[in-house]
Every structure is written in structure tokens, then in C-alpha cells.
């Protein structure tokens, strides 16, 4: 009861005061490894999409090769995310 109405005087919350100190607070290992992968994903597509502007095959051929790898990933993909998800859940569950 006492500390709701310390927190209703003061009006600054740890973000705040960290923030005046100009630090953060830490971020989780959950967090740190989504952004990790985030950021290799990004950096992937964004290495293909050069990689197919500067591509020697024709329109035509070139989409349809992209088909076939595309559905290739799909499958594996499929594969390989419930595995995913399930150890980010095992990771938030440490945390």
C-alpha cells in the first residue's frame, strides 16, 4: 500500500533514472540472439537481392530457378522452425 503511494509522488521509473545516468537496462540472451538472427536474415536478403540484379541469366530462366530454390527453403524451413521455436521457448523459460 505504502510503496503504490511512493510510486504515485515520485513520477520517475528505472527507465527514467537510468536514462539520466545514460544507461540501459540489460537485455535478455532471448533478445540479443532474435536480433542476431534478425540481422543475418537482412543481411542475406538483401546479399541475394544484389546477387540477382547482377545475375547473368535472363528474366525467364532466372525466375523459375528462384521457384524451385524458393520452394526447396519453404520445405526445409518447414522442417526446421518448430525445432526453433521450441529452443526459444526452452531459452525464455531459463530467463
Known amino acids: ?3 503504490q503511494k511512493v510510486r504515485k509522488a ?3 521509473d528505472t527507465d527514467d533514472v537510468l536514462n539520466a545516468m545514460g544507461l540501459e537496462k540489460r537485455r535478455s540472451g532471448v533478445e ?3 536480433t542476431s538472427i534478425m540481422l543475418v ?5 538483401v546479399g541475394v537481392g544484389i546477387g540477382l540484379m547482377l545475375a547473368p541469366k535472363p528474366g525467364k530462366e532466372l525466375r523459375a530457378d528462384l521457384r ?3 520452394k526447396t527453403a519453404q ?6 522452425l518448430p525445432k526453433l521455436k521450441e529452443g526459444l521457448e ?6
Do not use: E, H, R, S
Not at 536474415?41 to 536478403?45: I, V, W
Not at 526452452?90 to 530467463?95: E, K, R, S, V
Open 41 to 45: 536474415g537482412l543481411g542475406t536478403a
Open 1 to 3: 500500500m505504502w510503496m
Open 75 to 80: 520445405a526445409k524451413a518447414d522442417g526446421v
Open 68 to 70: 524451385k530454390k524458393l
Open 90 to 95: 526452452q531459452l525464455q523459460a531459463a530467463d
Open 32 to 34: 540479443i540472439a532474435l
Open 10 to 12: 515520485i513520477p520517475y
